[in-house]
């Protein structure tokens, strides 16, 4: 199982940012998928997640309107658009694997994840 993260960046208050992330070693299609970040000094933040299908994707309060999930499963992608960025969205950012048989509903609930990426870094600053 690889999880590679890419398109992080520094970026300017208000700007934007795309992430990627591409999936290897495992049927990508049969998992939710999800966004996780980290910034420095405090704990993993939830930041989005995705159906296996694509059709249905989740936000907390945080980032809903600004941040846009999406999967292409032919091309085992994953995408995190970014837009209308802020400093406190300064963090790692990591691409997360559910495991299809999680007994944690909540995608905020680290336990249902069993793969992590290496994270890309992400900048908001002037």
């Known amino acids: 199982v690889q999880l590679v993260e890419s398109g992080g960046g520094m970026v300017q208050p208000g700007g934007s940012l795309r992430l990627s992330c591409a999936a290897s070693?495992?049927?990508?299609?049969?998992?939710?998928m999800s966004w996780v970040r980290q910034a420095p000094g405090k704990g993993p933040e939830w930041v989005s997640a995705?159906?296996?299908?694509?059709?249905?994707?989740w936000y907390p309060p945080s980032v809903k309107g600004r941040f846009t999930i999406s999967r292409d499963n032919a091309k085992r992608l994953l995408y995190l658009q970014m837009n209308s960025l802020k400093p406190d969205d300064t963090a790692l950012y990591y691409c997360?694997?559910?495991?299809?048989?999680?007994?944690?509903?909540?995608?905020?609930?680290?336990?249902?994840?069993?793969?992590w990426g290496q994270g890309t870094q992400v900048t908001v600053s002037s």
């Open positions: 995705i159906n296996t299908g694509g059709d249905r994707t």
């Open positions: 997360v694997r559910s495991d299809p048989l999680t007994y944690y509903s909540d995608y905020a609930d680290f336990r249902r994840y069993d793969a």
């Open positions: 070693g495992f049927t990508f299609s049969r998992h939710d």
